[in-house]
């Protein structure tokens, strides 16, 4: 019975690889902190670490080989992730803000609601009417407990520099609507929860309104929850 039940679900891989991006890739200056090194250390490779181990000679291990293995030197903003209102701000909604391994695990499981925003360009924010635009077309209403996604379609430009410095994002007015109704978790499928930071910094060196820096992660000051950024394949789900 248990088998047959699964055989009705499909199972979506939200998450982009962790690689690391070549000089083609990745503008250096935009992504610093973002990217992953990675060194893959193949059965040869590992010879002598695992007779270490194990104090034999090399020649004595399982066909003369170690293990494969990868050595990882990264940022925990490098892959698919989540942000915790501890990265925000010290405080939320007037407490000290939680960090990630003081988040509920229940913010986690809850129905998914994928808001369609593929229409929206680069530099450019989702409002409040857009968001009740995409709810109403899928004639769904908000509730305690739901995880909202928000689908740009960026996800389809990983591996490219564009995927880095050419992005929509949420403004602090649509982000605080989604919370207003409950909502404790909200995904993205671009880089950041907010658009660039080169389109901001040209924005912010127009009006010097400060309201627009890091507006949508800075709603976390004053609600308790937490956003996922660098998703994948919401048009799957």
């Excluded at 293990?67 to 990882?72: I, M, N, S």
């Excluded at 698919?80 to 990630?100: E, M, N």
């Excluded at 593929?118 to 924010?125: A, F, L, Q, R, Y």
Aim: proline letters at 5%; glycine letters at 8%; charged letters at 25%.
């Amino acid at each position: 019975m248990k088998l047959e039940l699964l055989e009705n679900y499909k199972l979506v891989d939200l998450s982009i690889p962790i690689k690391t991006p070549t000089p083609e890739e990745m503008d250096p200056k935009l992504t610093v902190g973002l990217a992953a090194e990675i060194e893959y250390l193949n059965h040869k490779d590992t010879r002598p670490l695992v007779s270490g181990y194990f104090g034999c000679c090399p020649d004595e291990l399982h066909k003369g080989l170690g293990w494969a293995t990868e050595r990882l030197r990264t940022s925990t903003h490098a892959g698919t992730h989540v942000d915790a209102p501890w990265h925000y701000a010290p405080t939320s909604s007037g407490k000290t803000a939680r960090k990630i391994d003081e988040c509920p695990l229940e913010w986690y499981f809850g129905r998914g609601v994928v808001l369609d925003m593929t229409h929206k360009k680069s530099g450019e924010t989702v409002s409040v009417q857009e968001v009740q635009n995409a709810l109403a077309t899928l004639n769904y209403t908000l509730s305690y407990g739901d995880i909202v996604c928000i689908r740009f379609g960026t996800d389809q430009t990983f591996g490219t520099p564009e995927y880095w410095s050419e992005h929509p994002g949420l403004s602090a007015a649509a982000t605080r609507y989604i919370l207003d109704q409950g909502v404790k978790v909200i995904g993205v499928d671009s880089p950041g929860f907010d658009i660039p930071f080169v389109k901001t910094k040209a924005k912010f060196a127009q009006s010097h309104d400060k309201d627009i820096l890091w507006e949508a992660h800075c709603a976390g000051i004053d609600y308790d929850y937490s956003h996922i950024e660098k998703l994948a394949n919401l048009d799957k789900v």
